[in-house]
DNA sequence: TTGACACGTAGGAGATATCCTACCTATTGT
DNA sequence: ACAATAGGTAGGATATCTCCTACGTGTCAA
């Protein structure tokens, strides 16, 4: 139930998030995936690796292709452990709205 | 509204993570947070300057104490950042129901 | 005012991350 | 069968992380 520390370490990479927000359209083959970005394709594969292993995406092969696929169950467990700081930021906000109900009178 | 950089890289840290879950109780000087690792307090100072930097934490200095305090806004930025992801496992959920409500046939 | 306390900073060692080039494997089209 | 295509692996250079010890700075208490 726990967050595995590979998910937070995957997301700790901007191009690994960039990843993943590709392939919220849908799979993609790493090719389409690589034209992103400005790094080489063994650099990508890399990345994509460390996605695989933390379980945030999946690979079909589709003839000589790739296929990878969002796999957002850690994304999910990621949220529940945001839970216990809602309040945190729900009381900044209540007191923000409090404040702009005062400036309303 | 992006979610900045340092902050997915400071959540990659469990040490850092362990910290902030710590300041879920209140406002903590550094030597209180200390007794929780098995780390010397400049690496912890260290993990704290991390946290400062990425805005999740702030210090406020009590005699020759510094109590450092949950800043939540961030991890806001992240929940909202998580947002697109959500009917990935929704969908996941539903599918999973869908799978149980058979089997209760 | 002087010693003890609470922390931070400096600097360095070792591990890990991120990029590269070169090369290997598997599949497809001819 | 063979060249082209799609993508991964190997290995190395450099940067960054994470920890350490040693030391500096500000604050309090006697």
């Known amino acids: 139930m726990p967050v595995n520390d590979d998910v937070f370490a995957a997301l700790a990479s901007p191009a690994r ?3 993943l927000k590709l392939l919220l359209d849908g799979p993609m083959a790493v090719g389409d995936l690589a034209e992103h970005f ?7 594969s890399e990345h994509l690796r460390v996605l695989r292993e933390a379980g945030l995406v999946s690979e079909r092969r589709e003839g000589r292709h790739r296929l990878y696929s969002l796999d957002a169950d850690p994304l999910r467990e990621v949220s529940d452990w945001l839970t216990p700081y809602e309040r ?3 009381t900044k906000l209540a007191s923000l709205r409090d404040l702009l109900d005062e400036e309303d009178l």
């Open 17 to 19: 998030r960039e990843v």
């Open 38 to 44: 400005a790094m080489r394709r063994p650099s990508l």
């Open 88 to 90: 945190f930021w729900r």
